[in-house]
């Protein structure tokens, strides 16, 4: 399971001292994106090539705020939802307590330049048994 390690920083955080719900989106975005990079799939690349990788779903819950300072990581798997739609299924931990802060699921797709939605079978290689 692909893992990302973050620090929470001070401007992440509201009024109550804990991170903004918004600011959750933030991280699994990036962790998704240093996860397919890793995994060989580069955003700049597929552009030129008319490939556009889309997310049209997002669910979160929050189960315990992280606060500022707070080390923690964001955990990446794929699951494949149907022809054309992925999903990641991503949780984000508090790394001193292992606890589950976040969990989260991202549906995806890929669109061509028309914004059709097309088929993208290399994401088929990113999922785990």
């Known amino acids: 399971m692909y893992k990302l390690y973050l620090r929470v920083r001070d401007y992440e955080c509201d009024l109550q001292k804990v991170v903004n719900n918004s600011v959750y989106q933030n991280y699994l975005e990036h962790a998704r994106h240093e996860f ?26 929050y189960k315990k705020p992280l606060r500022s300072q707070d080390d923690f990581y ?12 992925y999903a990641f299924v991503q949780n984000i ?17 890929a669109v061509n ?5 097309v088929a993208f079978a290399h994401l088929d290689n990113l999922i785990e048994e």
């Open 113 to 117: 330049t028309k914004g059709r939605p």
């Open 93 to 109: 931990y508090h790394k001193e307590s292992e606890e589950l802060m976040v969990s989260g699921r991202s549906i995806g797709i």
């Open 36 to 61: 397919l990079l890793e995994k060989g799939v580069n955003f700049s690349e597929l552009v030129e090539e008319g490939i556009n990788l889309m997310v049209v779903r997002v669910e979160l819950d």
């Open 74 to 85: 964001v955990t990446v798997a794929v699951q494949k939802v149907s022809r054309i739609k």
